[in-house]
Every structure is written in structure tokens, then in C-alpha cells.
């Protein structure tokens, strides 16, 4: 009996002992708040410790060595503070190195060496540290260069959009509501499944989910003239597409990425600057139009001065953005992988849509180029002005990959359509790109005509038995007055449809 009350006496005071352990523990970070460092540099922090009445081991681990890693003595052993001085600072100095942009937490394992202390009553924090491209003033530079070109992008395509071409199009809008159901609808929901299909991290398939929901861009307008498809419906695609995007955008946005960004605070979508940012692409837009309405002669002489002023923008930007975005290198494969077949995809989606529903040649590769070459740059101007550090460089991998892959195949295909004009048998219009509806409209227009021509011919057989019976009355005085044609004569030859020229004849 006398044993047990012993044990229980024990058991107390050691309860009592661990809590006046944890009560009086106390420790502090040198800097509080870790500041950005620079990929590939190094940094370093102090963590004091006083108060501390047992022997302990402290380890020090990095959460993702990828991102940081711990260049100097990770292990270390503290001494219990002197009953003359508790209060007494020990101070542990630890060194780190940031080998990947990104967000990385230095955990502390504390052990107790004292025999009493199994329960591990010492607890310290995680220290976050954060990593961020190189020479990040020159990259936020070439950032407002880069939205000050878009600006001026936009207000030309203003400048170009006359209403005496646009009109005609508003009466057959069918390539405009397609390029947008493609658009908004589409492309949205195909960028989250990839993002899934490859296993994305949350940065990048927030990213690549941004560039499916931004609208037209002017790469299109630049290709669609280039390939000699229908720029008038391209330049009002993309004005559409620019208008509307201030309601579809942070509504796709909020549909297809709250998904990746509910567990991170660091990812969530920066309502209020997407659509500043979206405001002031269109308000330029509507300044263009105006002065093209107002003052044809002003409007002609701007977009005479913008184009060597765009291409000194252009260059700007690009001189101080490649610098900051060697980190591309390192992307992951996957990534890569999404980003290169992501423009593809779209413009096959596009135009398969086009061609379902029987528009030309013409105005179905436009709304491909309208579908495939989304506006990148708006999200990386985005994510580089609305999220803080490391975030708008991940944000942004995904976009520069997309913008970048989608001029590699726009080129290709350029260059392969100029290669084949040059070709013998090729007209210098670009007949391949000229031609006519598909196959299946052209086959459908026939049997609706074919059927046309049966209804009349039916009718014309009741007509010639009344004009015959009315002949065999008077063919004994006035002789037959001969046979009527009609049409079905040629019954036999139904009508062919002319691919090249767009129009219906019957075969002789």
C-alpha cells in the first residue's frame, strides 16, 4: 500500500514538473519574419532560447529541400539554464540556401534527455522562408512595359474597326458566338483537366487556369492576317471577348480554381485587381473606337506611329523580362508538357466547332487562331502586379510556357502556309484557306435541293396531264402543239455544289 501512494506521489510530481517545463520555456527568431531571398543565394537566422530548466537536442529539418536546404550545423545540444541565471539566452545560428523559388517551413524537432520528460513538453514553431527570382525590379519593370504595350495593342485595334465591315457580321454572328461559347465555356473547363490530367502543383495549374480563362489577344489578329483568314471577324472576336471577360473571367476564375486555392491563403484570387486590370484594356479599346469615328485622319497616323513605337515596347520588355525568367529552365516536365499541347488542343476544339457548324474554310481557322492563342500576357501582368512573392513568379511559370509555346506553332504554321503558296498550283491568295463550306454542309444543301426539285416536278406531272388532255382535244384541228420541258428533265443530274466559288448550279 505504502509502495502505490509512493508511485502515485511520483507520477504527480512529475506531471507537475513537465507543465512548469512547458510553462517556462520561451524561445525567439532573428529576424521575426524571414525576408525574400534571391534564388540561389543564401540567408541566415538566430534562434534564442532561454528558461529552458532541462538538456535538450534540438534538430533542425527543412520541409522541401527543393526549395531550401540547411548549409550549416543542423543539430544542437542545449544546456538547462544555471538556478543562479534562468533566464540565461542561448542562441543557435543557422544558415540557409534557396535553390528553387517557392515556400519552405524549417521545422524543429526538441528532445528531452531528461528520463522524466517522455511526454517531449518542448515544442518550437516552423520558421517560413520564401525564395523569389533574381533581379526582381527589372522583372516588375518590363511587367508595366509589357501592360503599357497591351494598352496601346488594344487602343489600335479600336482604331481598326470600322462599322461599315463590322455591321454585316452582327447579322450571321454565328463564327462570333462560337469563338465565345469556345472561349469562356471550353477553354476554362479544358485548362482545369489538364491541370488534373498532369498532376499540377496549385501555382501552376492556377496559372495555366488563368490563361484559359482570359479572352482574345492580339497574337490571333497578327495570325489571322498573316494566314490570310478573315481578320474582320478575328478584330471582332476579339473585342467581344475583351467586353465580356469583365464578368466571365472572375467568374470562371472562381468555378475552376477555388478548387487549388482554398487550402493556400497565398493563392487566392485577387478579385478586385483582375478586373482594374481588365478595365484598363477596354476603356482603350473604346478611346480607338472613338477616335476612329471622330477622327479617321488622327486614327490613321496612330496606327502608322504605334507600330515602330509597339516594337520598341516590345523589345523592352522582352530584353528585361528574359533575364528574370531563367528560372524557366528548371520547370517541371509536366508543366512543359500541359503548356505546349494546351494551345494545340484549343484550336483544334475551335475549329471542329467552326466546321460543325458549316462556316468556311476562312472564318474557321480564324476562330481556331481566335480559340488556341488566348491572351497570356494579361495573366502575366496579372499575377505579376495582384500576388506577392514567391507566388507571382510560380503563378506566372504557367503563362510564359503558354505564351511562348503558342508563337513556336503560330510561326510553324506561317511559315509552312508561306512555304506552300510558293508552291506550283498554289494561287497567291491561299486557296487552301479560301475555299468554301465542308463536305457535309455541301451534302446537305444537295438533298435539301434534290428534294426541292422532286416536290416540283411532282407538281409539273399533274400540270403537263392537264395540258395533254387539253392537246388531244384539239389536235385534230390545230395539230399537237409539241412537248412542255420542265424541270423534271433533269432529275436524272442533281444539282453539284461549287467548292471553290461557294454557289449551287444543275449539272448540264
Not at 483582375?274 to 480607338?288: A, C, D, K, N, Y
Request: proline letters at 5%; hydrophobic letters at 45%; one cysteine or more.
Amino acid at each position: 500500500m505504502l509502495f502505490l501512494v509512493t508511485l502515485d506521489i511520483l507520477v504527480l510530481i512529475t506531471l507537475i514538473t513537465v507543465r512548469g517545463i512547458e510553462a517556462s520555456f520561451t524561445y525567439e527568431f532573428s529576424p521575426n519574419i524571414s525576408p525574400l531571398v534571391d534564388e540561389g543565394e543564401t540567408t541566415e537566422f538566430q534562434l534564442s532560447i532561454s528558461e529552458i530548466p532541462e538538456d535538450v537536442l534540438i534538430r533542425a529539418i527543412s520541409s522541401d529541400e527543393d526549395v531550401f536546404r540547411i548549409v550549416s550545423k543542423s543539430e544542437f545540444k542545449v544546456r538547462k539554464s544555471n538556478q543562479s541565471s534562468p533566464a540565461r539566452n542561448q542562441t543557435l545560428n543557422m544558415k540557409l540556401e534557396a535553390v528553387f523559388i517557392g515556400r519552405a517551413r524549417i521545422e524543429f524537432n526538441v528532445t528531452a534527455r531528461d528520463q522524466f520528460s517522455t511526454s517531449n513538453p518542448f515544442k518550437i514553431s516552423s520558421y517560413e522562408v520564401r525564395s523569389g527570382a533574381r533581379a526582381q525590379e527589372l522583372r516588375d519593370a518590363s511587367t508595366y512595359l509589357l501592360l503599357a504595350w497591351l494598352c496601346i495593342s488594344y487602343a489600335t485595334m479600336g482604331t481598326t474597326m470600322d462599322w461599315a465591315k463590322i455591321k454585316p457580321r452582327l447579322y450571321r454572328p454565328h463564327g462570333i458566338i462560337i469563338g465565345i461559347v469556345c472561349q469562356f465555356i471550353i477553354m476554362p473547363g479544358l485548362s482545369s483537366l489538364i491541370a488534373r490530367l498532369f498532376s499540377l502543383s496549385a501555382t501552376s495549374a492556377v496559372g495555366l487556369i488563368l490563361v484559359g480563362t482570359c479572352p482574345g489577344g492580339w497574337l490571333s489578329n497578327v495570325y489571322a492576317a498573316l494566314l490570310n483568314c478573315d481578320l474582320v471577324l478575328s478584330i471582332i472576336m476579339t473585342f467581344f471577348s475583351t467586353v465580356l471577360a469583365l464578368g466571365l473571367m472572375p467568374l470562371n476564375i472562381f468555378i475552376y480554381a477555388t478548387p487549388f486555392t482554398s487550402h493556400d491563403k497565398h493563392l487566392r484570387t485577387p478579385y478586385r485587381d483582375l478586373v482594374i486590370q481588365l478595365v484598363s484594356l477596354v476603356i482603350p479599346v473604346f478611346i480607338g473606337i472613338f477616335i476612329a469615328y471622330k477622327f479617321p485622319k488622327i486614327a490613321r497616323r496612330i496606327s502608322r506611329l504605334v507600330k515602330p513605337f509597339s516594337a520598341f515596347i516590345i523589345i523592352a520588355a522582352l530584353g528585361g523580362g528574359i533575364p528574370t525568367n531563367i528560372f524557366l529552365l528548371r520547370s517541371p516536365i509536366s508543366l512543359v508538357f500541359a503548356a505546349t499541347i494546351y494551345p494545340m488542343i484549343g484550336g483544334l476544339i475551335g475549329f471542329f466547332f467552326a466546321k460543325l457548324t458549316c462556316l468556311a474554310n476562312k472564318s474557321a481557322i480564324t476562330v481556331a487562331l481566335e480559340t488556341g492563342c488566348q491572351n497570356s500576357f494579361l495573366a502575366i501582368t496579372l499575377v505579376t502586379l495582384s500576388y506577392e512573392q514567391p507566388e507571382s513568379d510560380l503563378l506566372g511559370l504557367a503563362p510564359i510556357l503558354v505564351a511562348i509555346s503558342t508563337l513556336i506553332q503560330g510561326s510553324l504554321i506561317t511559315i509552312v502556309y508561306l512555304c506552300m503558296r510558293r508552291m506550283p498550283g498554289r494561287t497567291p491568295e491561299g486557296e487552301w484557306v479560301q475555299t468554301g463550306n465542308c463536305g457535309l454542309c455541301s451534302r446537305f444543301k444537295v438533298a435539301l435541293l434534290r428534294r426541292f426539285a422532286k416536290r416540283e416536278s411532282n407538281s409539273d406531272a399533274v400540270e403537263q396531264e392537264g395540258a395533254e388532255e387539253g392537246n388531244q382535244h384539239n389536235s385534230a384541228g390545230n395539230g399537237n402543239l409539241g412537248y412542255v420541258p420542265s424541270i423534271s428533265d433533269n432529275l436524272d443530274h442533281p444539282p453539284t455544289y461549287v467548292e471553290a466559288t461557294g454557289s449551287f448550279h444543275p449539272s448540264k
